[in-house]
């Protein structure tokens, strides 16, 4: 298949897992002229962007590649288990990734193939991988006609989706706060670059996604997105997370659900306490990056927030599969009781016992 000479724009989603980025696709590929598949990892992987030969024969062999997120530190280029939602096999995949000259070029011939497979014609292309938050900048950088859009939640109601997933309530704080990081790095110092809070999209999800695509070059109205939206068999054919109270597709809005019924008092109070001291020194709180995103402190006090972070801390060293999220991180209690000194020391002697390199 031979790729256009013009490039079709991409809009690329990236997020901290459990944000809301799905309702985003969903609202996404209910607009006309665009399509958005499911999570196929297209973005997220670093050494894609490069496009060696030695990648294309990594790629085909289905090796792991290197992914700098917080959650998945390991993945595989194009997640082959939605071939077929794309209307490709593993042989019209390798076909692609052999023919093409670079990634910008793979992305035009896979989006040509998708509009193909749809019965659209596309004005853009749209693709949603949480872990695509990691190569913003690369992504930039590729792609001069694209847009990246990083979906922001309040940062309580994600470590409660989280924790409903089996993560601890320590390694759901540092995630968020590691991810809000970069989401706001690459909002301060790069163009093309978006914000959508999940709580608007809840809201007035056809309204605001309009006013988006519409900055974008569409001409689309709310009530257009809505009638598309109702009624959409592709995306109600892509799996969903178990652990999502929204299981399934239903073609209606969403009710949001208050992080209140999954945190107690105590781990509420404790979250809006915590500060990430990143590897260069510098500070990121949890509470300022809620207000960052105009999300209003709880209120909430607890009686010993040092000790419950302790807590958390310790159970996070002694049942995660993902310690190596700590190292040159430290997830602290500013202004507590114990010392921040002691809060460090317990974080260097559970390094330790993990067998890692202390913060």
């Given at each position: 298949?031979?790729?256009?000479?013009?490039?079709?724009?991409?809009?690329?989603?990236?997020?901290?897992?459990?944000s809301g980025?799905?309702?985003l696709?969903?609202?996404?590929d209910?607009?006309?002229?665009?399509?958005?598949?499911?999570?196929?990892?297209?973005?997220?992987?670093?050494?894609?962007?490069?496009?060696s030969?030695?990648?294309?024969?990594?790629?085909?062999k289905?090796?792991?590649?290197?992914v700098?997120?917080?959650?998945?530190?390991?993945?595989?280029?194009?997640?082959?288990?939605?071939?077929?939602?794309?209307?490709?096999?593993?042989?019209?995949?390798?076909?692609?990734?052999?023919?093409?000259?670079?990634?910008?070029?793979?992305?035009?011939?896979f989006?040509?193939?998708?509009?193909?497979?749809?019965?659209?014609?596309?004005?853009?292309?749209a693709?949603?991988?949480?872990?695509?938050?990691?190569?913003?900048?690369p992504?930039?950088?590729?792609?001069?006609?694209?847009?990246?859009?990083?979906?922001?939640?309040?940062?309580?109601?994600?470590?409660?989706?989280?924790?409903?997933?089996?993560?601890?309530?320590?390694?759901?704080?540092?995630?968020?706060?590691?991810?809000s990081h970069?989401?706001?790095?690459?909002?301060?110092?790069?163009?093309?670059?978006?914000?959508?809070r999940?709580?608007?999209?809840?809201?007035?999800p056809?309204?605001?996604?309009?006013?988006?695509?519409?900055q974008?070059?569409?001409?689309?109205?709310?009530t257009?997105?809505?009638?598309?939206?109702?009624?959409?068999?592709?995306?109600?054919?892509?799996?969903?997370v178990?652990t999502?109270?929204?299981?399934?597709?239903?073609?209606k809005?969403?009710?949001t659900?208050?992080?209140?019924?999954?945190?107690?008092?105590?781990?509420?109070?404790?979250?809006?306490?915590?500060?990430?001291?990143?590897p260069?020194?510098?500070?990121?709180?949890?509470?300022?990056?809620?207000?960052?995103?105009?999300?209003?402190?709880?209120?909430k006090?607890?009686?010993?927030?040092?000790?419950?972070?302790?807590q958390?801390?310790k159970?996070?060293?002694g049942?995660?599969?993902?310690?190596?999220?700590q190292?040159?991180?430290?997830?602290?209690?500013?202004?507590?009781?114990?010392?921040?000194?002691?809060?460090?020391?317990?974080?260097?002697?559970?390094?330790?016992?993990?067998?890692?390199?202390?913060?």
């Open positions: 298949m031979q790729s256009n000479t013009e490039q079709l724009p991409v809009l690329c989603v990236g997020s901290a897992p459990s980025s799905t309702l696709a969903d609202l996404l209910a607009v006309p002229g665009l399509a958005c598949g499911p999570e196929l990892n297209l973005f997220s992987i670093p050494k894609a962007y490069a496009y030969d030695e990648f294309k024969t990594a790629a085909r289905r090796h792991s590649f290197e700098p997120y917080p959650v998945i530190r390991r993945s595989k280029f194009f997640n082959t288990k939605y071939l077929d939602v794309v209307g490709l096999t593993t042989e019209s995949l390798d076909q692609l990734l052999e023919a093409s000259t670079s990634f910008p070029d793979f992305i035009q011939r989006a040509d193939n998708f509009a193909s497979f749809r019965e659209r014609e596309l004005k853009a292309i693709e949603k991988t949480p872990e695509n938050l990691c190569c913003v900048k992504f930039h950088q590729h792609f001069p006609h694209g847009t990246f859009i990083i979906v922001v939640r309040d940062g309580r109601a994600v470590v409660g989706s989280l924790m409903r997933r089996g993560y601890s309530l320590y390694e759901s704080a540092l995630v968020w706060l590691c991810c970069m989401a706001q790095e690459a909002a301060d110092n790069l163009s093309r670059v978006i914000q959508v999940y709580e608007d999209l809840v809201t007035q056809f309204a605001r996604l309009a006013t988006v695509v519409n974008l070059g569409f001409d689309v109205s709310a257009e997105i809505s009638e598309r939206f109702t009624n959409n068999p592709y995306r109600a054919n892509i799996q969903r178990p999502w109270r929204a299981k399934e597709y239903t073609g809005t969403i009710t659900f208050s992080y209140e019924e999954d945190l107690s008092t105590e781990e509420i109070a404790l979250l809006e306490s915590l500060t990430l001291v990143l260069d020194g510098r500070e990121l709180g949890f509470s300022e990056s809620l207000a960052m995103h105009d999300y209003p402190a709880s209120g006090k607890s009686n010993d927030v040092s000790g419950l972070w302790e958390h801390a159970a996070y060293y049942e995660s599969k993902n310690l190596d999220l190292c040159g991180y430290s997830l602290i209690v500013r202004g507590s009781e114990r010392t921040e000194k002691s809060q460090l020391n317990l974080l260097d002697q559970l390094n330790q016992k993990a067998g890692l390199k202390a913060a």
